[in-house]
């Protein structure tokens, strides 16, 4: 009975830290997107002879963060 009652708090405290490092590497994820990813992979584009490709995208990504930070 005792080892049951160990295993379900074990799954218990384990599941919440899973459930926070899981929130935690989204946040990181999206940081490391909107700062680091997408300004190198619109440079890229431009370098590269596509700046009528990463223009329309700058836009888009401009209107959406004025929008976004509005709310």
């Given at each position: 009975m005792l080892s049951l009652l160990f295993a379900i708090c074990m799954i218990w405290i384990f599941g919440k830290l899973l459930f926070f490092g899981i929130k935690a590497a989204w946040g990181i994820s999206k940081f490391l997107v909107t700062v680091v990813l997408?300004?190198?992979?619109?440079?890229?584009?431009?370098?590269?002879?596509?700046?009528?490709?990463?223009?329309?995208?700058?836009?888009?990504v401009?209107?959406?963060?004025?929008?976004?930070?509005?709310?």
């Amino acid at each position: 009975m005792l080892s049951l009652l160990f295993a379900i708090c074990m799954i218990w405290i384990f599941g919440k830290l899973l459930f926070f490092g899981i929130k935690a590497a989204w946040g990181i994820s999206k940081f490391l997107v909107t700062v680091v990813l997408l300004p190198l992979v619109l440079v890229g584009m431009v370098v590269g002879g596509l700046i009528y490709i990463a223009f329309p995208i700058l836009i888009i990504v401009g209107i959406v963060a004025l929008i976004s930070s509005k709310a």
